[in-house]
């Protein structure tokens, strides 16, 4: 059983940075590795719906949002299955439960918050004075 465990969050303040990350394990046995599964980053906020953040391939590819693009960047490094959000220039509305999700066989073609074979348990981020 694949399993996701966010890291990173915490209390940060307006135009500050953070960087997230996501730790994959579980694939003996599972009929696929690490490189099979696109890795999305999604956030709920409060009163607000889920979002898809962002995206990537197993070979590095990825996909954004369109508005938050030029603030945040999504990495992976498949040797240690592991994947990455560094976030600038936060905001408060940036505010939220941010979550690592894979999608075996997936391809990132769209951000879809709702469609995932594994989650995290996610990670608090605040961005607060």
């Known amino acids: 059983q694949l399993q996701l465990v966010e890291s990173g969050g915490g209390l940060v303040q307006p135009g500050g940075s953070l960087t997230l990350s996501c730790a994959a394990s579980g694939f003996t046995a599972s009929g696929f590795t690490f490189e099979h599964v696109t890795i999305d980053w999604i956030r709920q906020a409060p009163g607000k719906q889920r979002e898809g953040i962002s995206c990537?391939?197993?070979?590095?590819?990825?996909v954004y949002a369109d508005s938050l693009k030029d603030r945040f960047a999504m990495s992976r490094d498949n040797a240690k299955k592991m994947v990455y959000l560094q976030m600038n220039s936060l905001k408060p509305e940036d505010t939220g439960l941010y979550y690592c999700?894979?999608?075996?066989?997936?391809?990132?073609?769209?951000?879809?918050?709702?469609?995932?074979?594994?989650r995290g348990q996610g990670t608090q981020v605040t961005v607060s004075s």
């Open positions: 990537v391939t197993g070979r590095g590819e990825t």
């Open positions: 999700a894979a999608v075996k066989f997936g391809s990132c073609l769209g951000l879809n918050a709702a469609a995932y074979d594994y």
